[in-house]
């Protein structure tokens, strides 16, 4: 099949494009990225099911980022927290007094709003009324819920609202196991719960969401260098992932975002359809954690250098990202139409490794003849790549499928193969095709894929 574009990709507008949103919302849903939870019970509102396809890549986001965080660095150790924690754990952090925003009920329409994202403080956004809002007061953002066969003040636990509290009450336990020292980092992967107001956009605000952080400790003079460095670090990490730089931004918060304990907090943005969206917050947040903890708990939370014959609270750096969001911002980043043969042709340019699947087995026809060399060379490619085996329809509408989930190379096995032992070779980014020997096939694939 001879596929001859006309008209070349059109660059990505670098403001807002409202009109992606719903594109990518659509081939989720189509091709089994996301689907809306409990869906066939009306949904559960802010609630998502990752299919088939969108598992896969959120796994291989998540893995990208272990890989350049924890398996390529000696310095950086994992940990996997457990999801609920006792009171002490939050009152300490301060969530319990202080994660919380301002609620308001609109009295007309009875609809609900975070008071300090509202355009207007006075005109409700749900039925257009003025000044039928309530007094604002305080929601804690915490779920919270009961351990033991008894409910009551004793059996409240919560569901963590955050990753990092895991790794900063874990800091005595790793220094003493894994024998790190300062500078060092503890990466974990896992979910987090927060009881949001007004989720919205699709998987980018969600009750119910996984965090990538670091949180890694230094000594106090040195908290800014290093801050400075997981900056560069982590901006680079997007790019080097296939987000163009325009797409991107860097944003220092001003002096009145920021926490009472950080000397600097700056985010990676994404210029998602609504406007620039975090993807990922780097936080100098000084000794206040590990401090906190201490001061809670009763426990030194310190570290002493024997080389120096200093004791010392190590200062954290935190850089702490979003899994879903960053996968729903590869999506966009990725997501382009072009007209080939006149028609339009939907691809993912994703990077093949944030990709579900890596290579796409397409025997010409369903015929018994192809099928078991077609078999055989699936059962050569499944121990090297998330392989996908797809024989139903014609083989271009096959590709189109395959390009609109972002496979980066189509493998065709047709009836000259059964004669020269060779394949087709697709490659989706330029439609370019080789003819390859099956004895090179996995060689050849892994030279095209970088890995």
């Not at 908290?223 to 460095?229: A, P």
């Not at 004669?419 to 030279?447: K, W």
Request: net charge negative; with cysteine.
């Amino acid at each position: 099949m001879v596929e001859n574009p006309s008209s070349t990709a059109p660059s990505q507008p670098s403001g807002p494009d409202p009109e992606l949103f719903d594109k990518v919302v659509n081939l989720c849903k189509r091709r089994g990225f996301v689907y809306p939870s409990a869906e066939i019970y009306g949904g559960f509102r802010s609630t998502y099911d990752y299919g088939p396809l969108g598992s896969l890549m959120l796994r291989n986001v998540k893995d990208a980022w272990w890989r350049s965080m924890v398996q390529l660095r000696h310095d950086v150790v994992g940990l996997d927290a457990a999801i609920l924690s006792p009171p002490q754990v939050w009152e300490a952090s301060g969530h319990l007094a202080n994660f919380s925003d301002p609620l308001v009920d609109c009295t007309n329409c009875k609809t609900r709003h975070r008071q300090d994202n509202l355009d207007d403080p006075n005109k409700c956004p749900s039925c257009g009324k003025s000044g039928t809002f309530t007094e604002a007061r305080a929601f804690n953002l915490m779920f919270k819920t009961h351990a033991g066969p008894i409910e009551g003040a004793g059996a409240e636990v919560y569901l963590r609202p955050e990753t990092a509290q895991g790794m900063f009450i874990n800091f005595k336990n790793i220094i003493n196991t894994t024998r790190k020292r300062p500078p060092f980092g503890i990466a974990q992967i896992g979910k987090s719960f927060r009881n949001e107001i007004t989720p919205g956009n699709f998987v980018f605000r969600t009750r119910e969401f996984e965090q990538m952080e670091l949180e890694f400790f230094v000594h106090p003079d040195e908290s800014q260098q290093w801050y400075e460095y997981w900056l560069k670090e982590r901006f680079d990490w997007y790019l080097d992932h296939g987000i163009p730089e325009d797409k991107l931004m860097l944003r220092p918060h001003d002096d009145d975002e920021l926490s009472h304990y950080s000397s600097g907090t700056s985010d990676v943005e994404f210029m998602f359809p609504w406007g620039w969206g975090e993807l990922e917050g780097i936080a100098n947040r000084g000794d206040y954690d590990l401090t906190q903890h201490s001061e809670h708990a009763g426990e030194k939370l310190e570290y002493f250098d024997q080389a120096n014959n200093e004791r010392y609270t190590p200062h954290v750096i935190e850089p702490a990202a979003g899994a879903t969001r960053s996968m729903m911002a590869f999506l966009m980043a990725a997501y382009d139409e072009e007209i080939v043969n006149d028609d339009t042709r939907t691809v993912l340019r994703l990077d093949p490794r944030l990709a579900p699947y890596k290579v796409a087995v397409l025997p010409l026809s369903k015929k018994d003849t192809l099928q078991p060399l077609a078999h055989e060379i699936l059962g050569m490619l499944q121990p090297h790549y998330m392989t996908e085996y797809d024989e139903t329809q014609a083989i271009g509408r096959r590709y189109r499928r395959q390009d609109e989930i972002g496979t980066p190379l189509c493998v065709t096995v047709d009836f000259e193969s059964l004669d020269d032992n060779a394949v087709t070779v697709r490659d989706r980014d330029t439609m370019e095709q080789d003819r390859v020997a099956v004895a090179g096939l996995v060689d050849h694939i892994a030279s095209k894929l970088g890995f």
